[in-house]
Nanobody, 126 residues
Framework: QVQLQESGPGLVKPSQTLSLTCTVSGASMATGNDYWSWIRQPPGKELEWMGVISYSGSTYYSPHLKIRTSIAKDTSKNQFTLQLVSVTPEDTAVYYC??????????????????WGQGMQVTVSS
C-alpha cells in the first residue's frame, strides 16, 4: 500500500513561492510506473486538480495554473514536489498529493486515485 505525506511551510506571503514536498513510502518511484498528482481544495470550494508527473518525468498541468505551477520528482529521495509561484490569498487551500496507476487529467474524484496524502493546510497571508 502506497502511503503519501505532504510537507512544507503552512504559511506563505503573497507574491512568494509555495513549495511542497510529497514523500512516498511503500513504492519505489525509481522503478514503478505510477503517476503522481497534486490536488487542492480552497476553503468552501471543491477539489481542484493542479497537475501530475508521470513515472517517465512527463508533466501535465491545469490550464488555469500552468504558468505558475511546476511539478518535479526526485527518485533518489522517493519524493515529488510542487512549486506555485506568485501566490495570492486565493491560493489558500488544503493541498493533497495523490498517486495513481493511470494518467488522470483534471479529475479529482477520490476513488480514481490509489492513494492520497492526508492533506496540508497552506495559508497565503502577509
Amino acid at each position: 500500500q502506497v502511503q503519501l505525506q505532504e510537507s512544507g511551510p503552512g504559511l506563505v506571503k503573497p507574491s512568494q513561492t509555495l513549495s511542497l514536498t510529497c514523500t512516498v513510502s511503500g513504492a519505489s518511484m525509481a522503478t514503478g510506473n505510477d503517476y503522481w498528482s497534486w490536488i487542492r481544495q480552497p476553503p468552501g470550494k471543491e477539489l481542484e486538480w493542479m497537475g501530475v508527473i508521470s513515472y517517465s518525468g512527463s508533466t501535465y498541468y491545469s490550464p488555469h495554473l500552468k504558468i505558475r505551477t511546476s511539478i518535479a520528482k526526485d527518485t533518489s529521495k522517493n519524493q515529488f514536489t510542487l512549486q506555485l509561484v506568485s501566490v495570492t490569498p486565493e491560493d489558500t487551500a488544503v493541498y493533497y498529493c495523490a498517486a495513481s496507476k493511470k494518467l488522470i487529467l483534471g479529475a479529482t474524484a477520490k476513488d480514481l486515485y490509489d492513494s492520497w496524502g492526508q492533506g496540508m493546510q497552506v495559508t497565503v497571508s502577509s
